[in-house]
């Protein structure tokens, strides 16, 4: 149930394209849906997040649709660019932490996609 | 540069060993976590601490263990080191408790021969 599934594991877009990645989740207590961007070499970056109580949210290219009875959340780079070429990972958590109260600040992740932009 | 600092950057070691890790928050976050990313595993959550006390716990095994200090930097501890513990262990901050505002630092490159 603390599963985040995340697809496809890699994609190959154009440079001007949309790049659109799914992520899938089981638990219903999850609230806060952050997406991370990570480089090589480097640690995961916050690129944008959503809570549930929004369909939607825009940040520049970056644009996160979220369907809560589906239990479903996407991110979709407008324009990509090679320099989007990245890791992206979906993440849930919640503020009220599992039955247990032992997974308060715990960000589950799904699996990552490898994002490569052609120029 | 994120403001977390890691150190050391690479790690090589033998199996049975002892590493000590260690983080430096962002200044002004309370929040420390530990993270392991593996390429089978992806990244999973080893623990959080707030403010000097433990606050949440992931699927950490028992060779491991992690404190943060008064000063808030955090060490994780890892013992009896096994070739499957070869990893990135990344460690993250944030202000408040809660799973949100995350700054990852760039992470330790642990290799065990």
């Known amino acids: 149930q603390q599963q985040v599934k995340q697809s496809p594991q890699s994609l190959i877009v154009q440079k001007g394209g949309i790049s659109i990645i799914n992520c899938a989740y089981e638990?219903?207590?999850?609230?806060?849906f952050p997406w991370y961007q990570q480089f090589p070499g480097k640690g995961p970056a916050l690129l944008i997040a959503?809570?549930?109580?929004?369909s939607e949210k825009k940040e520049g290219r970056f644009t996160i649709s979220f369907n809560k009875s589906a239990k479903q959340f996407s991110l979709h780079i407008m324009d990509s660019q090679p320099g989007d070429s990245a890791t992206y990972f979906c993440?849930?958590?919640?503020?009220?932490?599992?039955?247990?109260?032992?997974?308060?600040?715990?960000?589950?992740f799904g699996q990552g996609t490898i994002l490569t932009v052609h120029p | 540069d994120s403001g977390v600092t890691q150190t050391p950057k690479h790690l090589i070691t033998a199996t049975g060993q002892r590493v000590t890790l260690r983080c430096s928050p962002r200044?002004?976050?309370?929040?420390v976590y530990w993270y392991q990313q593996s390429l089978d595993q992806g990244l999973q959550f080893l623990i959080q601490?707030?403010?000097?006390?433990?606050?949440a716990k992931g699927n950490i095994l028992e060779r491991f263990s992690a404190q943060q200090f008064p000063d808030l930097h955090s060490e994780l501890n890892l013992s009896s080191l096994e070739l499957g513990d070869s990893a990135l262990y990344f460690c993250?901050?944030?202000?408040?408790?809660?799973?949100?505002?995350?700054?990852f630092g760039s992470g330790t490159r642990l290799t065990v021969v």
């Open positions: 959503i809570r549930p109580d929004v």
């Open positions: 993440a849930a958590s919640s503020d009220r932490g599992d039955a247990g109260g032992t997974s308060y600040g715990k960000l589950t």
């Open positions: 601490y707030y403010n000097g006390e433990e606050r």
């Open positions: 638990n219903t207590a999850f609230d806060y």
């Open positions: 993250a901050s944030s202000s408040g408790q809660g799973g949100y505002g995350y700054t």
């Open positions: 200044s002004g976050d309370l929040s």
